[in-house]
DNA sequence: AGGATATGGTGTATACTAAACACTATGCAG
DNA sequence: CTGCATAGTGTTTAGTATACACCATATCCT
């Protein structure tokens, strides 16, 4: 298609929202801002987009040299969010972003580079742009999916008890379970099996370990709770 | 953020999946490529959005003059759906392309204007670029739309019968459903009233026409078969 | 006028899923 | 060996989902 002006593209942006659990809390990865517009203001990590990259790939360089993390090797899962293109959202100009969000259970920071801070999502700090939106709409997405795939294995490390499992997903819906029937569904979904491995701590009964037959994201039959 | 080169932002562009129903079957809307590339292949609506447009306005523009419709005014409900960014979806170089799924039920493209073609979402021709993909995809999301929402709203006319809400549904799923327990179950969310007018037409009992109550987009709390 | 036709409209029985709810089991610490 | 802290387990009841068949009524035709 012919412009009568020549084609300017807005500038493309990429941000990050990685949660984990901390302490039985959904938290969000954070960075501060060291450079104006929002200097010295939490966001989320990301940058700028350039031709050539994939809108991933460019987030992974970005959020490993930003916050030093890896989306690609520290996260369990990842899946593009959705795409904020509001002209007035950055006031530097137009500018639209492609947000992506992930969970890990171990997000290790390169120590050198480590500037990306946890906080829990319902004690988030006032946040540059409109990253508070965005995380919101990152916690809905989240609290679906959850819902209706397995997705909480991205929480979990590969061998867990069924109340760090339940906690989870507690943990995300913002609300408790009943213990007896948060087994007898989760279970009758087939998707983890017993191994025959137990986790002994502290002065009471020890607690089966668990393990997911399938490391993969799959759409439940029948939605979760 | 500094970089060693300028900032080369990629292309983007947009493109639109809106759908209606025709004679009891879900169609999309596409249009014969003019130029190249893929001249003379079946595409989705859609084109380069500009710095300083929202992508929902640059899409306006563009499907009101390559197809001649209206998102705004002819589709009853439009959402983002994805942003495919793959480098090599389009042969000319990198394209991050946003998505946008609508549905309307009296589409009307300008007669000046109408390249606009309707086709059966289980019967489309081979399409360029990742379109197909696309289709498939905003498929998916629309049946998943329809279960958890009151979208259906947006392929009836103000005034319909229960056997056209059913049809609608039937035609998104690709399966049937039995009448009687889908009347009784979509009636029991509430989302409807009767209305007084009957749709009297072939030698048979007349149907009652019934409305929605709000004509907005509500995500219901007991989702939808 | 009355019968054929074509779609509109309705109810019940059964199976399954969801929700509420409390006690025993077991390893460790003292 | 007792106390403690978490692990682990079943049943009852209510609600929702599914399967399934017949009567109602306006029009058309003869």
Known sequence: MQYKTPYTPPTVTVDAVMFQLIDNA???ALIQRSTEPFKGEWALPG???????????????IVL?????????????????????SVARDPRGHAVAVTYMG?????HPDQ????????????LPPMAYDHAEIVKY????????????NAVYAFLP????????????EAVFGYELDKRNFRKKF????????????????????????????????????SFD
């Open 26 to 28: 959904l938290n969000v």
């Open 187 to 222: 279970l009758s979904l087939g998707l983890t099996e017993e191994t025959d491995q137990m986790r002994r701590e502290g002065a009471h009964r020890p607690a089966r370990l668990h393990r997911f037959k399938s490391p993969d994201l799959e759409v439940l039959s029948r």
């Open 158 to 169: 590969q061998y867990f008890t069924l109340a760090e499992l339940q906690t989870a997903y």
């Open 103 to 107: 969970c890990g259970q171990n997000i």
């Open 112 to 123: 050198a580079k480590a500037v990306v801070t946890f906080f829990p999502v319902n004690n």
């Open 47 to 61: 940058g700028y987009a350039p031709q050539g990259e994939t809108t991933l790939q460019a987030l992974e360089r």
């Open 65 to 85: 040299h930003k916050a030093g993390v890896s989306i690609l090797n520290d996260l369990s899962y990842i899946e593009q969010l959705y795409t904020f293109d």
């Open 138 to 149: 990152a916690h809905n997405r989240l609290i679906a999916k959850l819902t209706y795939t």
